[in-house]
């Protein structure tokens, strides 16, 4: 699997120090992997969900920021739809849809 893009990762661990190795962790364990199903990838991450549309949303640092991707399982990429802290994903309305 292929991130779209890591530099929308470097960007938020450069803001937010302490989500870098929790991020830098995420990022090797996406991309050293052929996901055919959300359902292979969840598993893995315990503390990640589907929240539809091809969507998962990851928790990082123990649940302080969360991550959201949209992954395309026959072309192997995920884009990163959405980084934020954990108070700022609690204000997203339509999840499924970001």
Do not use: C
Not at 35 to 57: L, M, T
Not at 67 to 79: D, E, M, N, P, S
């Amino acid at each position: 699997m292929r991130i779209i893009k890591l530099k929308t990762l470097k960007d938020f661990w450069n803001k937010y120090p302490d989500s870098e190795i929790g991020l830098r962790a995420w990022y090797t364990d996406i991309e050293g992997k052929n996901w055919k199903h959300p359902n292979e990838i969840i598993p893995f991450f315990k503390n990640s969900d589907i929240v539809g549309n091809n969507r998962i949303v990851f928790t990082i640092e123990h649940n302080k920021y969360r991550l959201i991707v949209l992954f395309r399982y026959k072309i192997q990429l995920g884009y990163i739809r959405f980084i934020g802290t954990h108070k700022e994903y609690d204000k997203i309305k339509n999840i499924e849809n970001i």
